[in-house]
């Protein structure tokens, strides 16, 4: 799939990036902060797409839970409500920045195809033709099962950054990156993804921090398709543009090809 930009950037936004870690609700003072680090990365020219995660958690009060649901019917009911509380909140506050989003809702048949990737393709390439737009992708949890989920939304934006020909995919989670075992320091650049990946086992590896292998299991499906991909903390927006100038906070993985 040839690239829809040259220097496109795919960020994904994991929900302990946009929601209070006490109950679940969408993080509103995070969430201005994170919109004005993207915005600056679209006023210095850089062409995004963000990889959104939150709907079902900015559903759950709506519904009168107090607690993430169980059963799947009640599950996909806080997504359908969460998913249009989330975009107008970001339509809200990419607005004070005259920045149009875009929603785009994926499950994974709609990539199970060359026909149908190439439908959302097309539709991508046409909206990162207008420069303050900004496309919005989220799995469409409200009518997703098992057999058409990605499985989580870090696989969905690896995918997608692919699917873009991205240059970079930044992972934005809830620590500075991949943490050495031993010293407990940032790992800041990794040249070797297999060699990583072998010291994580269901999330209970030494590397296991915050569902980080499933994050490195997205890391190396991006970089087996040549896109450099970082791992970064979400809540410090601000280090975004010195992450995509290569002196920025992270942990960087290099492209295979």
Sequence with gaps: MSSLLPDLTVLKAGTGVLTKSSDGTLDRAQLV??????AGL?????RCLLVSSGAVGSGVSSLGLDAYPSDTATRQACAAVGQA??????????????????????????????????????TLRRLLAEKRI??????????????????????????????????????????????????NELVP??????????HVRDDRGKFSIGGMASKLTAVRHAVENGIETHIAHGRHPERLAAILAGTGLSTRFAPKL
Excluded: C, W
Aim: proline share 3%.
């Design 134 to 183: 900004l496309p919005i992708i989220n799995e469409n949890d409200s009518v997703a099962v098992e057999e058409l989920k990605f499985g989580d939304n870090d696989m969905l934006s690896a995918r997608v950054s692919v699917l873009a020909g991205a240059k970079r995919l930044v992972l934005l989670t809830s620590v500075d990156g991949l943490l050495d075992p031993q010293t």
């Design 42 to 46: 679209i006023d210095a020219g850089h």
């Design 85 to 122: 509380r989330l975009m107008h909140v970001y339509g809200s506050l990419f607005a004070n920045f005259d920045i149009t989003v875009a929603q785009v809702l994926l499950t994974a048949g709609d990539l199970s195809t060359p026909e149908r990737a190439a439908y959302v393709s097309d």
């Design 189 to 198: 650049e990794v040249a070797d993804i297999d060699q990583v990946l072998g």
């Design 33 to 38: 902060h994170f919109v004005a680090g993207i």
